[in-house]
Nanobody
Framework: VQLQASGGGLVQAGGSLRLSCTGS????????MAWFRQAAGKEREFVAA????????IYAASVKGRFTISRDGTKNTVYLQMNDLTPEDTAVYYC???????????????????WGQGTLVTVSS
């Protein structure tokens, strides 16, 4: 599957952005979809994941209650709604997909075989 991420940009602290990630193929619903991010000089970190058919979602503690992952199977798209953004959320955000990842590995980047190109989110103070 090929993934195309979009929606990044510059926003003030307290603002909102919605990222999108569109996948190719007709079996989108069979993929676990996730968002990761990598800030400058830091390691990539897990943000959120949505199980196949969106039956389950999990979040990193740092974004829980502020970010929401959702998916639209008719558009082969997964979204990341980000609210109440802080400068600490500044990073390149990547979407990832895999059909085989199990729930205990949702937070592990190396469990995903397919990655989008990344979209930059910058939050100013």
């Amino acid at each position: 599957v090929q993934l195309q991420a979009s929606g990044g940009g510059l926003v003030q602290a307290g603002g909102s952005l919605r990222l999108s990630c569109t996948g190719s193929g007709r079996t989108f619903s069979t993929y676990v979809m996730a968002w990761f991010r990598q800030a400058a000089g830091k390691e990539r970190e897990f943000v959120a994941a949505s199980s196949r058919n969106a039956g389950n979602t999990i979040y990193a503690a740092s974004v829980k209650g502020r970010f929401t992952i959702s998916r639209d199977g008719t558009k082969n798209t997964v979204y990341l709604q980000m609210n109440d953004l802080t400068p600490e959320d500044t990073a390149v955000y990547y979407c990832a997909a895999d059909r085989a990842v199990i729930s205990s590995s949702y937070r592990q980047g190396d469990a995903y075989d397919y990655w989008g190109q990344g979209t930059l989110v910058t939050v100013s103070s």
